[in-house]
Structures are given as C-alpha cells and as structure tokens.
C-alpha cells in the first residue's frame, strides 16, 4: 500500500480538456471518492493514474514511485504500474472461468501453482464466491461479476485499487447491498483507493473524503459532512443533496458568523447568520436544504417567516413534495400534511443557511 | 486471511528500456510493408526503364509508355477492356438486382433455396465456371448440339465479347446481390409500408421505393463488379483468345509469360497503366461506400419488412427464376462433373457407354497433376494458416494498440485490394528475378504462398475486424492494468477471444487460395504447379476431360469447406 500524490494533472482529447489541474493528496489507506456529474473527467482522470491514458501535464505518483511526470517526460506503461482497477463493466474475461480470471494476475507474476491456489481460494472466499470458480462469467450475475471482478483486482494486492462506478450496473437493492458489503470490506482492508460514482449517497456513506469534481476541475475537497454541511459553492450544494437557493441583496453587512439582514426581490426581509463576511448592497443567494425548511406554525423561533406562493403538491409515499415562488424563486418544500390554499407561510432558520456572494444564476 | 491480503506484494519491474512489443509492432508492419511493395516497386520502376530491369545497364526513360501508345492494335486491347468489364457489370448489375427483390423481398416459393445457389459461383472461380459453360454453351457443348435437332442453329456465342461478359456477369452477380440484398432487407420497412398505405400498389413501390433506397448498393457493386471486370484474366483467356479478342489482362500474359522473347518495358508500362486505373477505382469504391454503409446500417433492427406478393405471378416467376439457376449455374458445374466421369460427353451418345473414372486415375498417375492437386492443399492449408497469423497480428495491432504507425499499416494492408492479380504476378515475378538469395524460392510453392498471402490481406482483414472491434476495450484494458504487457494481453486475452472470426478468416482464404490462379499463372514453375495453373495448361493441350476432373475436385474441396463453416461455426463467408 503506498499514498497517492496527483499533481496539476491536465488530460485534454483533441480540442477539449476533459481534465484540467487537478491536484489532491491520497494518504495511505485512504478511501477517496471522486464524484461529479457525467463527463466531469472523473473516469479520465483514472485512467490516468492506472496509465491507461497517456495524460498532457502535471505528475502522478504513488509511494515513491514516480508514475508519470510530464515534466521529466516520464511515463509507466499500466502493465509497470502497481494499480487495481475495477471497471464499470467489470471486463471479466468471457473466455476464461472465475478462477482463470482471478489466476491470471497471480500467472503473470509468475507466482507458484500452491500459492497461487491458495490466494485464489482466500481472495474468492473474501468476496464470498468461492463456490462459483468453475463458472464463466456469462454464467454470473452482475453483482457476482462485481465480486469476481474486485477478487481478481485484489489478488495481487496492489499498492492502490481504483473503482470506476462499480455499484452502477447494479439494480437498486443488490447496490443497496453491495454497498454495504463493499463499506464492510474496506474498513477490513484499508487499501489506498479512489472510488468513482456520481451517486452521492454512495459517496457520503463509503468515503473518508470526497472529491467533487465539475467541467474537469476540483470544485471541493472535504470529509463528507463537510462537503455536505459547508458546500464551497453553488454547484456543490446542489450537487450533494437536493438544495434550494434564494436570491437576496444585503441591506446591512454582517462580518463572517455576525448577523445580516436581506431583502428578496418582492421587498420581504430576513435576518440570517452570515457563514461568510456580507457587505450591504452586494447580491448574494442563500441555501437551504428542504429538511432545514418548515410551514411556519406561529411560533417564530429565532427564524424568518416569509409569505410564499404555492406552484404544486405531489404525494411522494409518506410525504407531500410541495412547489413555492418566494419572491420568483423556486422552492422544493416536503411535509406531511399537504397545505391547503394558495398561500404558504415559509419558516426559515436563522443559522445554516448557506451564504453565497452573487446572483441567483451561479445556481443555475 | 486479510493479513495475507495485505503483505505487499513486490514492487512490479520498472518499465524496461525496450518493451517488446517494439519489434513486434515494427516488424509486422515492416513485412507488411515488404509484401506490398515487393511486386508494386519493380513494375513501376520496369516501366520507366529502356532496358530490362535485371541487366546491368539501362536508363530512366518515359519512352515506354510512347512505345504502348504506339502499339498496333493497343487502343483495340483498351477498347475491348473497356466493353468487357462494362458488359460485365450490367449483366451482373441486372441479375443481381432482379435476385435480390426476388430472393430477398418477395413471397416466391424456394426464395431461401434458390438465393444459396445464386451465389454459387462465387466461391467458385471463373476459370472453373468457363469450362463449366464451355462443356454446355461451348461449340460442342451439350446443349449446342442438342439445340440444332430441336430449334434450328443454336443462337450464341461464347467466343464473342457478349458471350464473355454473359459468364463472368453470371460469376460476379453474386456481388450485386450481396449488396442490394443487405440494403433490401434492412433498410426501414416503414418507408416502404407509408408508400403502401398511401395506396401504391406493389409495382409502384418497387419502382419508386425500394430501387432508389438500393441506388448506393446498387452503385457501389457496379464500381466493384467494373473494377473486378477489368481485372479478369481467365474468360478473356479461355473465350476471347481463340477469337483474336484481346484485353488488357490477356495483353499482358501473352507478352509476358507465353512470348519467349517478353518485352519487359512494355508488360510493366501495361501493368502500371492497369494498376492507376483500378486504383482510381478502389479509391472511388472507398468514397461510396461510407455512403454505402449509412444506408445498409439504417434502421439495422431485425424487423424485417414484409414481403411483396406476387400473387398469381408467384409460380410463373419461380418457374423464370429456376431456369436461370438451371441454365446458369447447375447446368455448368453438374455438365462439368459429369464430363469428368465420362471419356466424351455428347447428346448424341448413351451416357452408360461413356461413364468412367479413368481422368482421375491419369490425374493421380501423372507426377504433374497429382503434385498440383497436391500443392493447392499445402498452399492453402499452410500459406491459409501463416496469412491468417498475419492479418491476425495485424488487426490486433491496428485496432488494439498505441503502435505509432497503426493508420498508415492499416491503409497499408488494405491497399492489395486495388492491385490486380496478374499485376502482383508480374510484379513478384520480377521481384523474385532481381533480388538475389531467392532463387530457392522461386522455384517452391513458398513464392505463391507470398504473393497469395499478400493479395488476400484485405480478405481477411475484413472477415477478422469486425469482430474484434466488438471485444470490448475494456478486456484488454482490465489486463494492462493488471500487469500484463501489449503482447501477454494479445496472445492471452484478445487472441483467444477472436477464435471464431479467425476461423473463419481461414477458411475464407483457404477457399480463395485454392482456386487462386491469376496471380499463380507468372509464378509457377515446374514442380509448384497447382490445381489453377495445371487447369489453364490443361486446357491448352486440349485434354478437357482432366480439365473436367481437376475441376471437379477443386468444386468438391470448396463446397466441403462452404459446407463445413456455415454448419458448423455459421460463419458468412461474405458480407
Ligand atoms: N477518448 C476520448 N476522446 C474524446 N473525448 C473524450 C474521450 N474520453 C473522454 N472524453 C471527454 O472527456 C470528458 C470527461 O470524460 P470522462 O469519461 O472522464 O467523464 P466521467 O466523469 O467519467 O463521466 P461518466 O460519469 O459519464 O462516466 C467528457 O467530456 C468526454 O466527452
Ligand atoms: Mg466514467
């Protein structure tokens, strides 16, 4: 196991930069998540640390090995590079039945036939496969495949396994499991990994940290709660969690954790605590996660009560998901009770809101 | 057991300084190279020079091609050239046009059936279907003498430009049909449905529905079939020789091989004349067929249009389609096998007093014939299987890997299609005369096994790429990373994985090696004859009934191997 150290990489495809700059420290034994929307240069930037691809600049090394450096014009070919990689669709060799999949690895390192049956047998029992060896691949299910595909990858124990979207093939209750199970085997293992999906629920539940990633770029760095709790911007509060934002304008500053008053566009006010500084006259919009919002129901704790139009209901199982215009701004609100009229008054807590600088459209 | 997982495995070898696959890569695609240029240099260089290319002393010179122009008889040759191969494509336009409405689009009883036999000559050769027609149609053909007792002098004539392109369009319909036949049955039923429902009969949607969306099949075929025309050696040979009808192909064997003083300069200038024509051609195919393939893959879903009906024509319209397949393709080969068994074949006698096996047994006496029959199947047993190593190599490298020349080695292996036969023949030819150290060569079948592998590179490139660019990346990739470099991936992953289109690949080339012999013609010497270049020598001394023989076993081997691959991998050998 070694840590992973990835330094103002930058892959671009003809015209197009799919990744841009993007540096971050993998300790060892980390569990790292990279997520972002589709296209966000999350498999290309794998891809280039398992050599794969060939990247344009910045370095890539892992230990003390030096695995790319476009500097010093140093590049491992993948076959010199100690690299597990599981694929989003798992490439388990059709020809060859589990155990050849999971040998041929062992094979190339020319491990000896004993040992090499005995790890195969650990490795299949760590993924709980052992009684399907004999089979082929097409006569598995794909979240066995999943299994033997990690079996196959963590048999040669290398120095950091990296998993493209390997729950994404999986329908919604076998990736419920899988997740669990994959959770459970990296707290046994603790392997230098970076893992790559766009379901943040994955992401959150698996990760030590998480890499939000946006058009190729690094948008946040942080432990999951802290990415959840303290999005860096807009993009990422909206990405991690269904968010609703608000744009207002300051009347009176706040410095960062005092208290400033805004006014939305209809001219309704409110006091909120200011996670950033805030000075009067600048646009700024406001977060809030639909958990954090409630029908306000006379008593005004230490919050804002805020006049609101009502766009839609619909009955979602267990809950209301209700539409609202609060000053032209759309607003996600979910309840128990559906809300009768046309008219809602909206409870706003006064602090964990989040504070942006800027318009309504940075949002977008 | 976690433990034993996470002792550390030992730090994998630094990239060594010349990974293998560099001379791998490097090597393949410099034999390529070799095999490609080899008889393509010397006939370009012969047609420049004033003296032959092999004596000591000559200089560059365009004088050749003035002297071609000035030939007597040459713009004739052209002409001719030119009519036979445009004669050709319309017959082989039109029949396999009409065959794939028929076979493909409509309700006619036996479709399936009849569509086989239809392609029939195309695994066979035109040498071998020319004698099939000659012991029919021919001036003591079966049904020449069985004609005038019935109807009065029989009205054709095999030895006549028409008669010509009448057989090598029977051999090349195939192709058409091939063609429309993908772009019939595939392209979107509902096009043709909205022109039903919209109260078109049968005929009118035809006309104005089905035939224009074949128009790109239909064209493209013709530029092949024109090109393959051009190209065609043994009809001319066989047809258009005893009547003083000459074309380029025969032009060039008869100054080159058969003269005992061959004018060197001309044959090349000839050769390379043909060459630049048949490139522009391939060049032009090239260009239609992305067009092409737009249209064949349209709307590619397994739906399958509704047949036309033909209604009360159905059995009429069987009965015409029969006797073509009667009179063009069942007659000549069954005629030709029949003639095989008999000492003379004539209307006029009982067949029971003629049947015998006595032409095989002069075949498997005679060291020649039997050594021909012999060396047809280690050239296509062992020439089929090294050329199948080869295109294998070479597709594994083109499509699965970062080899820095891969386009140029892919455009490189696909150029042998726009080199004719008995160009490569005549270019080989000379490349063996001039090269020193390979006079052992020459004289084995080794030679036609190179110049054979080297003509059918595109043949197999095309029955192996399509299947290993649907073997996902992935696999590969999966094995790279693991530790496996370019070639342990190729052999151990990729390779084996491509087993069924490397299969079929080699049979492919089995088949056309072993009736290969346009290109075999100027290479053979004695001791490396094989069945094509024995079937042509036969053929001058006369002796038709081992004509008829040797034929009938080359048909037999063939339709062996047809047989074998479509039952047992289901394999297409075209298309
Ligand atoms: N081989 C390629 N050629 C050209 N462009 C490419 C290639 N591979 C990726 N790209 C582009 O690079 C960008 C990043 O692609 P990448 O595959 O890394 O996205 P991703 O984050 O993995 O997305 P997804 O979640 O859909 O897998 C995309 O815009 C993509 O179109
Ligand atoms: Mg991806």
Redesign the pocket.
């Known amino acids: 196991m070694a840590d992973l150290v990835i330094e103002g990489l930058t892959?671009r495809?003809?015209g197009?930069t799919?990744?841009e700059d993007v540096n971050l420290h993998v300790a060892d034994g980390e569990f790292v998540t990279?997520l972002?929307?589709?296209?966000?240069?999350?498999?290309?930037?794998?891809?280039a640390v398992a050599g794969l691809?060939r990247a344009d600049g910045g370095r890539i090394q892992v230990g003390g090995t030096v695995y790319f450096d476009a500097a010093r014009g140093i590049y491992r070919p993948p076959e010199a590079r100690s690299c597990g990689l599981v694929f989003?669709s798992y490439a388990l060799w059709p020809h060859m039945t589990v155990a050849d999949n999971v040998a041929f690895p062992l094979s190339l390192r020319k491990v000896p036939a004993a040992e090499r049956r005995r790890r195969i047998e650990e490795v299949l029992a760590l993924v709980e496969m052992e009684r399907y060896a004999g089979r082929y691949p097409h006569e598995l299910s794909g979240g066995q495949q999943q299994r033997v595909a990690l079996a196959r990858t963590l048999v040669y124990q290398p120095a950091i396994l990296l998993l493209?979207?390997p729950l994404s093939n999986l329908d919604a209750k076998l990736r419920d499991r899988a997740r669990a199970w994959l959770g459970e085997l990296r707290t046994r293992l603790r392997l230098t990994t970076i893992y790559?999906t766009?379901d943040q629920i994955e992401a959150l539940a698996l990760s030590d940290r998480i890499v939000v990633?946006n058009g190729?770029r690094i948008a946040q760095i942080g432990a999951p709660q802290d990415i959840y709790e303290r999005p860096a911007d807009p993009f990422v509060a909206d990405f991690i969690g269904t968010t609703n934002f608000l744009p207002a304008r300051v009347v009176t500053s706040a410095p960062e954790g005092g208290r400033a008053l805004l006014e939305l566009a209809d001219g309704q006010r409110m006091e909120v605590q200011a996670d950033r500084a805030a000075t009067a006259g600048s646009r700024v919009t406001l977060a809030y996660r639909p958990e954090q919002m409630r029908i306000a129901d006379g008593a005004t704790d230490g919050g804002a009560v805020l006049k609101t139009r009502i766009t839609s209901r619909a009955y979602v199982g267990g809950l209301w998901q209700v539409g609202l215009d609060l000053a032209g701004a759309p607003l996600r609100l979910e309840t128990r009770q559906p809300p009768g009229g046309e008219e809602l008054h909206l409870w706003l807590p006064e602090a964990g809101g989040i504070l942006f600088r800027g318009g309504a459209d940075v949002a977008a | 057991m976690d433990a034993a997982l996470r002792q550390v495995e030992a730090a994998p070898a630094p990239p060594p300084a010349f990974p293998r696959e560099v001379p791998i890569q490097y090597g393949a695609a410099l034999l390529v190279l070799v095999l490609v240029a080899a008889p393509l240099l010397p006939v370009l260089l012969q047609s420049l020079l004033d003296g032959a290319l092999y004596d000591d002393e000559y200089t560059l010179t365009l004088a050749n091609f003035a002297r071609l122009a000035r030939t007597s008889g040459f713009g004739q040759v052209l002409l001719n050239t030119v009519i036979l191969a445009g004669l050709t494509t319309i017959v082989a336009q039109g029949l396999g046009t009409i065959a794939a409405i028929l076979f493909g689009r409509t309700d006619m009883p036996f479709a399936r059936t009849l569509g086989e036999l239809f392609l029939w000559p195309l695994y066979l050769s035109a040498l071998v279907l020319s004698f099939g027609w000659y012991a029919v149609y021919g001036p003591s053909g079966y049904l020449t003498l069985l004609w005038p007792s019935v109807l009065g002098d029989a009205p054709w004539n095999l030895y006549s430009l028409g008669g010509m392109a009448a057989i090598a369009g029977v051999s090349q319909a195939p192709l058409a049909y091939i063609y429309c036949l993908s772009s019939a049955t595939l392209t979107d039923p509902s096009l043709e449905e909205a022109a039903r429902v919209s109260g078109a009969g049968t005929g009118r949607t035809l006309w104005r529905i089905t035939l224009p969306l074949m128009m790109p099949a239909i064209a493209y075929s013709a530029v092949l079939n024109f090109t393959i025309g051009l190209e065609l050696l043994s009809v001319p040979l066989i047809f258009g020789d005893p009547a003083g009808i000459t074309v380029l192909t025969t032009f060039l064997f008869n100054n080159g091989i058969s003269s005992p003083r061959p004018d060197h300069g001309l044959v090349a200038t000839a050769a390379a004349l043909m060459l630049a024509v048949v490139c522009f051609l391939v060049w032009l195919q090239n260009r239609m067929l992305g067009n092409t393939r737009r249209f064949i893959t349209l709307g590619g879903k397994a739906t399958r249009p509704r047949p036309f009906r033909l209604g009360m024509l159905r059995w009429p319209i069987f009965a015409l389609a029969l006797l073509y397949i009667l009179a063009a393709v069942i007659a000549p080969i069954g005629m030709l096998v029949l003639r095989a068994f008999t000492s003379f074949l004539s209307p006029m006698i009982p067949l029971s007093e003629v049947l015998t096996v006595s032409n095989f047994v002069t075949i498997f006496d005679y060291p020649v014939y039997s050594r021909a029959v012999w060396n047809s199947f280690v050239v296509s047993l062992v020439g089929g299987a090294l050329a199948t190593a080869l295109i294998g190599l070479i597709a594994v490298i083109v499509h699965r890997s970062e080899f820095r020349f891969r386009n140029a080695l892919h455009y490189l292996a696909l150029f042998p299609r726009a080199v004719p036969g008995v160009v490569a023949g005549v270019g080989f030819f000379y490349a063996f005369a001039l090269l020193p150290g390979l006079g052992v060569l020459r004289n084995s079948i080794w030679i036609l096994v190179i110049a054979f592998t080297m003509r059918f590179i595109p043949t197999g490139i095309g029955a192996v790429a399509p299947m290993l660019l649907q073997v996902s990346p992935d696999l590969d990739r999966a094995a790279r990373v693991q530790g496996a470099d370019w070639w342990t991936t190729s052999r151990r992953i990729v390779l084996p994985l491509m087993r069924p289109a490397l299969v079929g690949c080699f049979t492919v080339l089995f088949i056309s090696f072993f009736k290969e012999y346009s290109t075999a013609i100027f290479l053979f010497a004695p001791g490396s004859e094989v069945i094509g270049t024995a079937l042509l020598q036969l053929w001058v001394q006369g002796e038709v009934g081992l004509v008829a023989a040797l034929a009938a076993i080359q048909v037999a081997v063939i339709a062996v191997c047809v047989a074998a691959v479509r039952g047992l991998f289901g394999v297409k050998l075209h298309g």
């Open positions: 892959k495809f003809g197009v799919a990744v990279l972002g929307p589709s296209g966000c240069g999350k498999s290309t930037t794998l891809a691809d989003q493209d979207e790559v766009h990633m190729g």
